[in-house]
């Protein structure tokens, strides 16, 4: 592990010397990769400091047991030799997690689509719920959640909505939420008591920028048209909102958030630009996934990953066999022990095919 650490070290001084070049800080997108690098680096250094730290106490509290001239030392230098052999193993732990090698995209905003699918109405108001979990939790992380596109339910909720999500990594830990929720629950619309099985898809795309994706303008269709549902005088009466199609892929974004219209086509190429890099993206998770035989984020989005049942109070995840009776909170953003979970799953994958290096 200490030569990992070593060549983990030296790594991170280039690119502290790399981050202050003239010529890198004007390449915008090297620029960016190498800061994120620079972080990353920085906290495995960090524990690599402390491990070092601690192999040295042990070094030199070995030195004062067998010089054994002072009883007193001696007793405190066997303690400390106990807590350094305590600390070690977990943080040897901590420092191969921290050296599984990080996706790219992890740090990345994210825009978040939410479909609803099977179940009519109730289908829609699960969509609703969805987004309120969702914005729940963003809103307890500190992320900012703006909403691009929406589409409303007959009965309440969203037929679909898309919302972006800003923050520190974000898509590295909203990614897990990909793939169809399912709810079992006696349906507002429902006279007669019966359970209902409804579902919704989410959709995470992680947040191109333009040096990630270049379109070219004659390849996008770019139509304008009235704004609809609540917003104010400006819906129905000025063509603020933007639809953009892209020709050779036949994918569609638009934005009716905004008042501005410059600002609902600028939301929309934003959107765009996501959905054409996760299409490349989606592509490379699929034979990643197959390579390792992940069930944690394939990135298939037909697969059925969480059953949210009201009669029970529980919330499944069928990726990892997790149950939780804990349904009320969960369904106020309370995510985080789930996406704990996952995580740890997909670094345990991650470490077995790493072993062999450790």
């Known amino acids: 592990m200490l030569d990992k650490l070593r060549i983990v070290k030296q790594r991170y001084d280039e690119v502290s010397d790399l981050i202050i070049q003239p010529d ?17 680096l920085g906290s495995v250094v960090e524990k690599g400091n402390e491990y070092q730290s601690l ?6 509290a070995k030195e004062i047991i067998s010089d054994g001239s002072d009883a007193e030392m001696t007793e405190m230098a ?8 305590t600390r070690i193993p977990q943080l040897e732990e901590e420092i191969k997690v921290l050296l599984i090698p990080k996706d790219p995209e992890d740090s990345k905003n994210a825009v978040v689509e939410l479909r609803a699918g099977t179940g009519g109405d109730e289908a829609s108001i699960f969509a609703g719920d ?7 939790y963003c809103e307890s992380k500190g992320w900012k959640v703006s909403t691009v596109d929406y589409s409303e339910g007959t009965n309440g909720g969203f037929k679909e909505i898309q919302f972006e999500v800003t923050g520190n990594d ?14 079992q629950r006696v349906p507002q619309t429902e006279t007669q008591g019966r359970v209902h099985t409804s579902a919704a898809t989410c959709m995470v795309f992680p947040e191109a920028e333009e040096f990630d994706v270049e379109i070219n303008p004659k390849d996008v269709r770019i139509d304008f048209f009235c704004s609809s549902g609540p917003g104010g005088q400006s819906v129905n009466t000025t063509y603020s909102a933007v639809r953009l199609t892209h020709l050779p892929t036949g994918l569609v974004a638009q934005c009716q958030d ?7 086509k600028e939301k929309a190429f934003k959107v765009l630009r996501s959905r054409l890099y996760d299409m490349e993206l989606a592509k490379k998770n699929a034979e990643d996934a197959l390579k390792r035989g992940s ?5 298939d989005r037909s697969a059925k990953i969480r059953t949210y049942n009201y009669a029970q109070g529980r919330v499944t995840d069928h990726r990892i066999g997790l149950s939780l009776y804990d349904l009320p909170n969960i369904l106020n953003g309370d995510i985080q022990r789930i996406i704990d979970e996952l ?7 991650k470490l077995k095919s790493l072993s062999d290096g450790f």
């Open 170 to 183: 974000v898509y590295g830990i909203l990614k897990f939420e990909a793939g169809v929720h399912r709810v």
């Open 130 to 136: 969805l987004f309120r979990m969702y914005s729940k």
């Open 78 to 85: 066997k303690m400390e030799i106990d807590e350094a052999n």
């Open 295 to 299: 069930m944690v984020s394939s990135g």
């Open 24 to 40: 890198i800080i004007m390449d915008q997108k090297r620029y960016v990769q190498l800061s994120k690098e620079y972080k990353d």
């Open 258 to 264: 905004q008042k501005s219209q410059h600002k609902n």
């Open 343 to 349: 995580m740890m799953a997909e670094n345990t994958e």
């Open 55 to 60: 192999l040295n106490n042990i070094d030199e």
